[in-house]
């Protein structure tokens, strides 16, 4: 079946410096999203990205989605201690794109030392 | 707008029991979906269900199942508890386009299970 992989697993970093997350699919998605899940929280949607080679970006958030919609990133820029979770990304499980049934990555824990 | 809600946030249950947990979605959301959630695992998807119909499961034995009512609330159970069942169970609701999810899900604080 179809498998979301992501890495690093943890990443820790000096408040300030730079983080970025990879996320790559066995299989082509129709789209993309990334999730955000606080320590002790629960998942907390951030962005969907549908087209090929897709930049979005929010604030010091940089979304990217892969030319061949089999991969995509996310960048933070100068982290801040509020960017400590877990990050997710997910994509459609089924080929007809719906996203009610996601495949998610198994995320990539930040910290950040302050 | 009220968020997405899940009864109980926590419960301890021993093996052999079974428990029920209880999603309200986002008013005017009619797919709910249920995720579990495990350190070793990940987010796995458990089924979703759309007007009261299961549309989709994932691969989980038997013991798990679910349903949804007519004012969109869902239940999911799970029979004869096993240690490995342990876990935060989510739920999530989403907007539909036609009878598509297209966007995000709005997920609930989860119930977190304890097996003892």
């Known amino acids: 079946g179809q498998q979301v992989m992501q890495i690093p697993q943890y990443q820790h970093v000096q408040e300030g410096e730079d983080f970025t997350t990879y996320c790559n699919s066995s299989?082509?998605?129709?789209?993309i999203q990334w999730y955000k899940q606080r320590p002790g929280g629960h998942p907390v949607f951030l962005i969907q990205?549908?087209?090929?080679?897709e930049v979005k970006k929010q604030k010091r958030l940089t979304f990217q989605f892969g030319e061949a919609k089999k991969n995509s990133s996310l960048h933070i820029t100068a982290t801040q201690t509020t960017d400590v979770g877990t990050y997710f990304c997910?994509?459609?499980?089924?080929?007809?794109?719906?996203?009610?049934?996601?495949?998610f990555g198994k995320g990539t824990l930040l910290t950040v030392n302050p | 707008k009220a968020g997405v809600t899940q009864t109980p946030r926590y419960l301890i249950k021993t093996r052999g029991q079974q428990v029920t947990l209880s999603c309200s979605p986002i008013?005017?959301?009619?797919?709910v979906s249920w995720y579990q959630q495990t350190p070793g695992q990940g987010l796995q998807f458990l089924f979703e269900?759309?007007?009261?119909?299961?549309?989709n499961k994932g691969n989980f034995p038997g013991r798990f199942s679910g349903r949804q009512f007519s004012n969109s609330r869902s239940e999911m159970n799970v029979s004869t508890l096993e240690l490995g069942d342990s876990a935060l169970y989510l739920c999530?609701?989403?907007?539909?386009?036609?009878?598509?999810?297209?966007?995000?899900?709005?997920f609930g604080e989860g119930s977190r299970l304890t097996v003892l």
């Open positions: 999530a609701s989403s907007r539909l386009a036609g009878a598509v999810v297209t966007g995000e899900l709005f």
């Open positions: 299989t082509t998605l129709s789209n």
């Open positions: 990205l549908v087209k090929s080679g």
């Open positions: 997910a994509g459609p499980a089924n080929s007809g794109g719906s996203n009610y049934k996601l495949t």
């Open positions: 008013s005017g959301h009619r797919s």
């Open positions: 269900y759309f007007s009261e119909t299961q549309r």
